[in-house]
């Protein structure tokens, strides 16, 4: 009787791994609808269903993201979510700090084409520092001067290096559109965000799944459909249109499931991987980047996919994930800051621990001489702290070898939290949770001794765990 049941468990494994290597190693290719007939006279008028991505800002600048869509609402159900189709036309951009709308600036009209999935970045100069900024968006078919629609949005600048002001922000990782918590309204943890009026985001990557889920983005547009209808929702929508961002991607929004460059998901190229993330998002001239909030707090955002060595490389001084160009730029930086509080934002992580059965960060053995590299690096910078997306549970750790403190936010919803267990704790876990929610980070607005407070959240903004540092 026991052999049967063995032979029932093998049969239905091995059922499994043939479905799963159809799938997503071969994975079947689908189409999406049409969308049906365009409207004509005015009701041809563009919309903004994907809302506004304000993104990058500095004390001066910041950037603007938008898409015209064909139809105010999103009209058409592909069983895998609602199409939102693009539209030409034009778009141009009004702001003016908050209060003082007599100040206001706008910029030229601009052209919005299909080659671009119908999206446009628009970047503000000379801004005021530290001020809250109104915006709105305006678009228009071609040349058509009568059909002009508006989406309102608002974002705040950075303060001055030398201003000793407070910050708060939120991390944020993995946003699967099939685990989602709220029904077509989203996420819950957006309404909880908004609400808490924080000065930024950082999403960490894996902000879609190509290949997680039905419609397998197995071409351009299937990966710009799981972009458009992500952001089509109404909960993060009305967040992204009231708070400034900053994007990182990581494997799932560039590919495929730990993907390095030259690989290629069905008919989507890596190339056209990249491309599309930049298209997506507000984004400077480079994928990794340092921003600094005043006196106290200066961050920088890593690229852990455009540089990194095939993970099936035998391990050695050569194998990287940061590349040489990005190691060398980061040293450089984290040198000559004098921020009080120095955070590293990774895609993956780098203190860990991980799980055995992974091969793709710099806590698993197949990166393990660069990670050692950089845990001896940033050990030996003060009031420097790491914090990382990917992982699918919450956690503090301390590295036993050099100390370097790492935070992981977890996942955006409990639907999402595995991967780990409570069983699993080690000695280097200082707080340990399989759930999901967010990462707050506050530094106080003081100019003497200043905090930094790290708290972890619930979805519905609970605390789990706070850990804070003073300056000594």
């Avoid at 940061?322 to 895609?347: C, H, M, N, R």
Wanted: proline share 6%.
């Amino acid at each position: 009787m026991q052999r049967k049941h063995l032979k029932i468990i093998k049969v239905v494994a091995l059922v499994g791994f043939a479905i799963w290597s159809v799938e997503f190693i071969s994975p079947r290719h689908y189409r999406l609808p049409d969308p049906g007939p365009a409207p004509s006279g005015e009701s041809a008028a563009v919309h903004m269903v994907n809302g506004l991505k304000i993104g990058e800002a500095t004390s001066d600048s910041a950037i603007i993201w938008t898409r015209l869509t064909r139809d105010p609402e999103t009209e058409v159900d592909t069983g895998w979510g609602r199409l939102v189709t693009g539209v030409s036309g034009e778009v141009r951009v009004l702001y003016w700090p908050d209060g003082n709308e007599a100040a206001r600036r706008e910029t030229d009209w601009v052209a919005v084409h299909e080659d671009g999935d119908f999206t446009r970045q628009i970047k503000l100069s000379g801004l005021d520092a530290a001020t809250n900024y109104s915006v709105v968006v305006e678009g228009r078919p071609p040349g058509n001067q009568d059909l002009i629609s508006r989406h309102d949005g608002r974002f705040r600048t950075a303060p001055m290096v030398g201003e000793a002001a407070g910050v708060r922000f939120t991390v944020l990782t993995c946003m699967s559109f099939h685990r989602i918590d709220d029904g077509a309204n989203g996420n819950k943890i957006f309404p909880v965000m908004e609400s808490m009026d924080i000065d930024f985001l950082v999403h960490t990557g894996d902000i879609v799944y190509y290949d997680k889920a039905k419609p397998y983005a197995t071409d351009l547009s299937l990966a710009r459909f799981k972009w458009n209808r992500m952001f089509a929702l109404p909960n993060h929508r009305s967040f992204f249109d009231n708070t400034g961002g900053y994007f990182m991607k990581d494997d799932h929004d560039t590919l495929k499931n730990d993907a390095w460059p030259g690989q290629w998901y069905g008919g989507l190229t890596w190339e056209q991987g990249l491309a599309t993330f930049r298209e997506q998002v507000p984004m400077s001239e480079k994928t990794y980047r340092t921003f600094r909030w005043g006196k106290h707090l200066q961050f920088w955002l890593i690229e852990g996919r455009d540089f990194r060595s095939p993970n099936t490389m035998p391990d050695g001084p050569d194998k990287t994930i940061w590349g040489e160009e990005q190691k060398e730029w980061f040293f450089e930086t984290v040198q000559a800051s004098d921020a009080t509080y120095k955070l590293v934002i990774s895609p993956t992580p780098i203190v860990g621990p991980d799980r055995d059965d992974k091969y793709d960060n710099h806590t698993n053995q197949s990166f393990r001489t660069e990670g050692e590299e950089l845990r001896a690096f940033l050990s030996s910078i003060d009031n420097l702290f790491v914090i990382t997306g990917d992982r699918h549970w919450q956690y503090v750790s301390e590295d036993p070898e050099t100390g370097l403190i790492e935070f992981a936010s977890g996942p955006t919803t409990d639907r999402q939290a595995s991967g780990f267990s409570l069983e699993e704790r080690q000695p280097m876990h200082k707080y340990l949770n399989i759930k999901g929610g967010f990462l707050s980070v506050e530094v106080t607005p003081v100019d003497e001794d200043p905090e930094i407070i790290f708290t972890h959240h619930g979805v519905d903004g609970s605390v789990y765990n706070q850990v804070a540092f003073r300056l000594e």
